[in-house]
């Protein structure tokens, strides 16, 4: 009888796979990526590179010596102890943080705007007292500028009515206001001496999202030359809420990470994340292999770092808030030596 | 999740050259082999020392740029927080906003 190894599924549960049923869950997970996106799939070298990391019995799994990357944390300090400060000295002291990133509860640039000077006091205190990088993050999160959060029509009422027109119109409107508040902040984040603006889960509300962050990306570019922006992806493919929404030419609608990198790269974004999303019910290795396959693209063609997203429920993390030091090693590893990453 | 990632693939911040070589990534764009290969030059040391706490140490405290405190060693005397990235500025070449804004703000 085959041995039975221990090993995760994507919600982070403890299961037993033969060697057998790992192996056979990293062809699949390649493949049904190949297929999705249209991409190669993952070489036997490379397959068998995984299939050692996810049969190893050890409990800790890590990149070999002289391989390290850049980890730019965002969403760092855990928000535990009261004194978000404190927090980021803590993840650069303690956690070998090598990015840290001021951000507020409310994780949204149309929430930060309301308490905007709050929070820039909160990164200035931050930017005297640590010595790594500081981002100042948030979510450009479009939706909220629909009703009956903000002033916009709600598109997601409107498309199942068939008004296509009108929701059009709703995320243009709703674009609008986005880039105004996302700009307003990067004004403020620059003058206050943060080192870059980190635009997080870019295109959660779809290609308008997606563009009014691309949009002021350029602005901030062009602006400020030196200031750093990371536009991380909110998931693999952008969603058509619009449809019809380019940038210099291209659809945005449907874009796998290739394409992402493609237009962030011409917004002039320093990092790109791209972000692939978990199935909690297929195994770890099969989540990772196809999140491989889907990024490896990207890396092979980046002229920016590419910093992957490698929190809870991306990049082949288990979808829980515990996740198991057993699978997050095995992940790290596997993604910075098949993708050959600048960081995470 | 983030100590797991530190511990399994991450440079070491401040412990290393870390936070050196994101800096290089953020203001220039460089991708890792390039960042790295520019701070290693700038710090007259080898990519591989980046990496390793012991050479980092001593490179870090001769040139001023930033050491953790731990129980065992502080460094009062030393260059800290801002103080530090006035020398990593120096040191990689590159323009710090809050250094920038230090600078202005306090008419230096």
């Given at each position: 009888m085959a041995e039975r190894i221990p090993t995760r599924l994507g919600d982070g549960s403890l299961v037993h796979m033969t060697r057998g049923e790992i192996e056979a869950d990293l062809h699949d997970g390649t493949e049904a990526a190949a297929r999705r996106a249209k991409v190669e799939p993952l070489g036997e070298d490379e397959l068998d590179h995984l299939l050692d990391i996810f049969t190893s019995p050890a409990r800790f799994s890590a990149v070999d010596i002289g391989h390290e990357v850049v980890l730019s944390i965002?969403?760092?300090?855990?928000?535990?102890?009261?004194a978000p400060v404190l927090e980021q000295i803590v993840y650069q002291?303690?956690?070998?943080?090598?990015i840290v990133e001021v951000w507020n509860s409310d994780y949204s640039y149309k929430a930060v705007k309301t308490v905007l000077s709050f929070q820039m006091q909160e990164l200035k205190d931050t930017l005297l007292q640590t010595v790594v990088p500081v981002h100042y993050g948030a979510m450009p999160?479009?939706?909220?500028?629909?009703q009956p959060d903000g002033p916009a029509p709600n598109w997601s009422q409107l498309l199942p009515q068939g008004r296509i027109d009108e929701a059009r119109a709703a995320q243009e409107e709703a674009m609008a206001l986005l880039e105004a508040d996302m700009w307003h902040t990067a004004e403020a984040a620059v003058a206050t001496g943060a080192d870059g603006l980190d635009f997080d889960t870019a295109a959660a509300a779809g290609d308008a999202d997606f563009l009014a962050t691309l949009h002021v990306t350029r602005r901030i570019r062009d602006a400020f030359p030196d200031f750093g922006v990371e536009i991380g992806m909110a998931s693999e493919m952008v969603l058509g809420m619009h449809g019809q929404l380019e940038y210099e030419g291209v659809r945005l609608a449907g874009q796998w990470p290739l394409g992402q990198l493609r237009a962030v790269t011409a917004a002039g974004a320093t990092i790109f994340g791209p972000a692939v999303n978990v199935?909690?019910?297929?195994?770890v290795a099969w989540n990772v292999a196809r999140a491989c396959t889907l990024v490896k693209p990207v890396t092979a063609e980046a002229t920016i770092p590419v910093h992957m997203n490698a929190g809870m429920g991306v990049g082949g993390v288990p979808m829980t808030p515990y996740a198991p030091v057993d699978a997050t090693s095995r992940v790290s590893r596997a993604l910075v030596d098949i993708l050959g990453l600048d960081g995470l | 999740m983030a100590a797991t990632h530190a511990l399994a693939s991450g440079m070491g911040g401040m412990r290393t050259a870390g936070d050196l070589v994101a800096r290089m990534q953020i203001?220039?764009?460089?991708r890792l082999p390039q960042a790295k290969r520019y701070v290693a030059e700038r710090l007259g040391c080898?990519?591989?020392?980046?990496?390793?706490p012991l050479v980092m140490h001593d490179i870090r405290r001769e040139l001023g740029l930033g050491l953790i405190p731990v129980q065992d060693l502080t460094y009062p005397d030393e260059p800290g927080a801002i103080e530090a990235k006035f020398r990593i500025a120096e040191v990689l070449g590159i323009p710090v906003n809050s250094v920038a804004c230090f600078r202005r703000h306090a008419r230096l």
């Open positions: 965002d969403g760092s300090g855990n928000r535990d102890i009261n002291n303690h956690h070998g943080a090598d999160d479009l939706g909220r500028y629909s199935n909690t019910t297929r195994s | 203001t220039r764009g460089m080898s990519v591989e020392d980046l990496s390793d």
